[in-house]
């Protein structure tokens, strides 16, 4: 799963930066036509004196402008080229920083190379007192300006940006050295200090990429963020379906209040009605799970647990709260446990003509029966959590108690005693049981589990840090 989601993260991030670096590209060859353009009109005009001028051979002047003519124009030509080559394909960004990589090679060569003709043609005249020092900073000095420029526009990691200054640095040291006028060792400390050129370029295409990539996972998180909440608004209305409808008339009754630590969790319920006798009121099962984990690995065990309580009771309606633990315990031993998943689980199944009800717990926190006299009485846990143990270990141990009109059972999950006050202190079940006493004997119109769910969450302080499940089971007086 892991390598899927980073594998779809790198695929968006690689056509995001395509399509970001196509833009940059056509933007980077735009302006440089322009200004290619507005130099060769501004060298167009400096050759007209030349041109006009007297017969013989062309002054250094007048050699050195024709030639800088001669590579804007060379440039110009290779960046019409490569503008309407990236306007007319849709290229990978490895494509197109190769081509940004030969472009800045090739126009930097081509104003690279009048600079030794120039100086080939100086050398028998003389050039005065600042020549030498001019035409040995001449060579790094275009190499400054074609990476400097391209730097403005293309993002690309340090890597990427040092790559073609590269070549262009060589040849620009093979120049210095052979042709600049500078005495030997002013030569070597011009080459030696010749990488320091590549520093602006360098520096502004990686503040460029940084600030894309930054760009790129806020865009991502927003997007993310956005489909991930739609999906678990739906995924939440499904789980929703696979909790039961309360019971709100006849012998029996039930209702429940769910509340997840995120839209959707790990505490489930489930309820089925065995009308299997003929003639006798329907029994009423309740099955409630907590799934270690919580949010969507727990729903997702919820939704997997549920079909199978469907084929358990679908298959037999009068399984008992014992037989129906045990085949939980085999279903998550086999299936889930060797995932590290495992759960809780309290069945009850509730016999209004023998006003009994009978239940399995396994690790489950005790439910408590509060009778119409006020006593409160504690199910207990008869098994091991769900899926610790195989088939020859694990004993449901069913038992039973009385449940007679007025009665009520009140479970719930461990989200409920785990929910801490401002001093950390958790609730417990002891101070579940003190909530039991206030409401035995009597409760408000909302319900067992609507005021229960109040009592837990005037003492939490802060977020909801578990599910919380509470499930009220009673039997009306006078039905």
């Known amino acids: ?38 130099s060769l009109m501004a060298l167009a005009v400096s050759m007209l004196p030349a041109v006009a001028g007297a017969e013989g051979p062309p002054e250094m002047p007048a050699l050195a402008v024709v030639l800088a003519f001669a590579s ?5 030509v290779l960046l019409f080229a490569v503008l ?37 043609f100086d050398a028998g005249g003389d050039a005065g007192a600042e020549g030498p020092q001019i035409q040995s900073v001449a060579p790094l000095m275009t190499v400054l300006w074609v990476h400097f420029l391209a730097a403005l526009f293309i993002s690309w990691t340090p890597k990427e940006a040092i790559s073609p200054l590269i070549p262009l640095l060589i040849v620009s040291a093979v120049i210095t050295l052979a042709f600049s006028p500078a005495t030997l060792p002013m030569r070597v400390v011009y080459v030696a200090l010749s990488p ?27 997007g993310h963020y956005g489909t991930m909440k739609r999906e678990l608004t739906n995924a939440r209305r499904i789980q929703e379906v696979l909790f039961p409808q309360p019971i709100t008339g006849g012998p029996v009754r039930f209702d429940f209040r769910y509340e997840p630590m995120r839209q959707i969790g790990g505490d489930y319920l489930y309820s089925a009605l065995d009308e299997s006798r003929d003639g006798s009121p329907a029994r009423l099962n309740v099955v409630i799970i907590d799934v270690t984990g919580h949010g969507i690995s727990a729903a997702l065990t919820v939704n997997r647990i549920h ?64 009778n119409a006299s006020g006593l409160i009485d504690r199910l207990e846990p008869t098994a091991y959590m769900l899926g610790a143990t195989g088939d020859d270990v694990f004993q449901p141990n069913g038992e039973s108690m ?16 785990e929910a801490r006050n401002r001093d950390g202190r958790m609730l417990t079940i002891e101070g579940v049981q003190a909530i039991m006493a206030t ?13 229960v769910l109040r009592a837990v969450r005037e003492h939490r302080f802060g977020a909801v840090d578990d599910d919380t499940l509470i499930v009220e089971v009673s039997r009306p007086l006078g039905v």
């Open 307 to 370: 079909g199978e309580l469907e084929r358990l009771f679908g298959e037999r309606q009068d399984l008992s709260p014992h037989d129906a633990l045990a085949a939980l315990n085999h279903y998550i031993n086999v299936t889930l446990a060797k995932h590290n998943v495992y759960a809780t689980a309290l069945c009850l199944r509730v016999d209004p003509e023998a006003e009994i009800v009978e239940w399995a717990s396994a690790g489950h926190p005790p439910a408590f029966l509060l």
């Open 196 to 222: 320091l050129v590549g520093v602006p370029g360098v520096l502004i295409g990686w503040w460029r990429h940084s600030r894309f990539r930054q760009e790129f996972h806020l865009k991502m998180l927003r």
């Open 1 to 38: 799963m892991t390598s899927t989601l980073t594998m779809d993260f790198r695929e968006e991030y690689e056509a995001e930066r395509s399509r970001w670096l196509r833009r940059r590209v056509l933007w980077f060859c735009g302006v440089s036509l322009v200004l290619a353009g507005l």
């Open 402 to 417: 009385p449940f007679k009109r007025g009665d009520a059972i009140v479970a719930y999950t461990d989200g409920v005693i």
């Open 72 to 76: 804007q124009m060379v440039s110009a």
């Open 84 to 120: 309407m080559k990236v306007a007319r394909s849709l290229l990978r960004s490895d494509q197109l920083h190769r081509i940004v990589f030969w472009t800045i090679v090739a126009i930097g060569l081509v104003n690279l190379l009048p600079v030794p003709a120039v100086a080939m």
């Open 439 to 451: 409401l035995a004997g009597g409760v408000s119109s909302s319900g067992y589990a609507e005021s």
